[in-house]
């Protein structure tokens, strides 16, 4: 996709929540908000705003008013029929930096008909989203999608969710040092075959712990003896956490048919997959432990060639072949609660 696309969040919060949520958002990349400029405070940011001042940075203009200078002016349209489409491409051509469109019951159809017909002017459209589904899809409309999604929102994690919908969300990865190899006879192992082709360098993060969680890489790479199968990763055993696009963690036995998964390449560039099937088999188990950071984590894998960790260096390694000393990588940080796979900061809690 060639053009840039701008998440722009409207804050549903409250004056006090909002002191918090802006600097999450900072830290989440988010550049735009949807935003009375005075409700920024004094406190110094970066955060961009898009609204109906003339100390906006996007002004929304209301009334056929003097263009505020060195400022970007746009109007906002609700789309009902045809006619309002051509309002918009009538309007827009008379000096419009931006539109933003407010769809109803009909929202790809409009979508196009507006997008097809703003691109060679050089109006910047924005479009009204009340889910992450529908900002990934005013995204992909047309292949082109919209410049930006005003998306309402009051939690940080469908922030993070929409972010992961666009490919732009990332995670830190770090090196682990591996400090113990062990055999643990037969259990329960999980089979993830996603409905997307991953590609070499991706995989799923999988771990005992909810706050070390190893990149375990998917089947795209194969042998003399078996044949890639690059929707496919070998997970772990049915007790490992995953981590969900949401932010949320699952047990491997959770993931199913319909299923959505985090899939990250050693950069922690993160996209979702969905599960097209789950396959939990009887084999014999390998425990590998690790630590990074001062934070120590393991996982228990299936004892074969086919499974892979990413080292450091972004070469593969089998779990057969790995050695005390080497380093892989994970996303770690330190311990808090997790209650029914949300996290709770301020619980208590101690894994082995």
């Given at each position: 996709?060639?053009?840039?696309?701008?998440?722009?969040?409207?804050?549903?919060?409250?004056?006090?929540?909002?002191?918090?949520?802006?600097?999450?958002?900072?830290?989440?990349?988010?550049?735009?908000?949807?935003?009375?400029?005075?409700?920024?405070?004094?406190?110094?940011?970066k955060?961009?705003?898009?609204?109906?001042?003339?100390?906006?940075?996007?002004?929304v203009?209301?009334?056929?008013?003097?263009?505020?200078?060195?400022?970007?002016?746009?109007?906002?349209?609700?789309?009902?029929?045809?006619?309002?489409?051509?309002?918009?491409?009538?309007?827009?051509?008379?000096g419009?930096?931006?539109?933003?469109?407010?769809?109803?019951?009909?929202?790809?159809?409009?979508?196009?008909?507006?997008?097809?017909?703003?691109?060679?002017?050089?109006?910047?459209?924005?479009?009204?989203?009340?889910?992450?589904?529908?900002?990934?899809?005013?995204?992909?409309?047309?292949?082109?999608?919209?410049?930006?999604?005003?998306?309402?929102?009051?939690?940080?994690?469908?922030?993070?969710?929409?972010?992961?919908?666009?490919?732009t969300?990332?995670?830190?990865?770090?090196p682990?040092?591996?400090?113990e190899?062990?055999?643990?006879?037969?259990?329960?192992?999980?089979?993830?075959?996603?409905?997307?082709?991953?590609?070499?360098?991706?995989?799923?993060?999988?771990?005992?712990?909810?706050?070390?969680?190893?990149?375990?890489?998917?089947?795209?790479?194969?042998?003399?003896?078996?044949?890639?199968?690059?929707?496919?990763?070998?997970?772990?055993?049915v007790?490992?956490?995953?981590?969900?696009?949401?932010?949320?963690?699952?047990?491997?036995?959770?993931?199913?048919?319909?299923?959505?998964?985090?899939?990250?390449?050693?950069?922690?560039?993160a996209?979702?997959?969905?599960?097209?099937?789950?396959?939990?088999?009887?084999?014999?188990?390998?425990?590998?432990?690790?630590?990074?950071?001062?934070?120590?984590?393991?996982?228990?894998?299936?004892?074969?060639?086919?499974?892979?960790?990413?080292?450091?260096?972004?070469?593969?390694?089998?779990?057969?072949?790995?050695?005390?000393?080497?380093?892989?990588?994970?996303?770690?940080?330190?311990?808090?609660?997790?209650?029914?796979?949300?996290?709770?900061?301020?619980?208590?809690?101690?894994?082995?």
């Amino acid at each position: 996709m060639s053009k840039s696309r701008e998440l722009i969040i409207s804050p549903k919060v409250s004056q006090a929540q909002l002191a918090k949520f802006l600097p999450q958002l900072e830290d989440e990349g988010i550049k735009m908000v949807y935003l009375d400029p005075k409700k920024l405070g004094k406190k110094k940011t970066k955060l961009q705003t898009v609204f109906p001042s003339s100390s906006a940075n996007y002004v929304v203009l209301e009334k056929d008013v003097a263009k505020p200078k060195g400022k970007k002016v746009g109007k906002k349209f609700q789309i009902l029929s045809n006619s309002d489409i051509e309002n918009v491409l009538t309007i827009a051509k008379k000096g419009l930096d931006f539109v933003i469109i407010e769809v109803k019951d009909w929202k790809i159809i409009p979508l196009e008909n507006i997008i097809a017909k703003l691109h060679k002017i050089h109006t910047k459209i924005f479009a009204i989203a009340r889910t992450p589904e529908e900002v990934r899809k005013m995204f992909s409309i047309l292949e082109v999608g919209v410049d930006g999604v005003i998306f309402s929102t009051s939690t940080i994690n469908e922030v993070r969710e929409v972010m992961i919908y666009l490919g732009t969300k990332s995670f830190d990865m770090k090196p682990a040092k591996i400090t113990e190899i062990k055999e643990v006879g037969d259990g329960e192992r999980v089979c993830v075959d996603t409905a997307s082709m991953l590609h070499k360098g991706e995989g799923m993060l999988i771990g005992s712990r909810s706050n070390f969680l190893f990149l375990v890489h998917n089947e795209s790479v194969g042998s003399s003896f078996t044949s890639p199968r690059p929707f496919r990763v070998n997970a772990g055993a049915v007790h490992c956490y995953t981590l969900s696009p949401d932010g949320t963690t699952n047990y491997l036995s959770e993931v199913e048919t319909g299923s959505e998964v985090l899939i990250l390449n050693a950069k922690g560039k993160a996209r979702r997959a969905t599960v097209g099937r789950s396959k939990i088999e009887r084999r014999p188990m390998l425990m590998i432990k690790a630590t990074a950071g001062g934070e120590t984590g393991g996982i228990i894998a299936q004892d074969a060639e086919t499974i892979r960790f990413v080292k450091s260096n972004g070469q593969l390694v089998s779990v057969t072949h790995l050695k005390k000393g080497d380093t892989v990588m994970v996303h770690s940080k330190p311990a808090t609660g997790r209650h029914f796979g949300m996290e709770v900061s301020d619980e208590y809690i101690l894994e082995k």
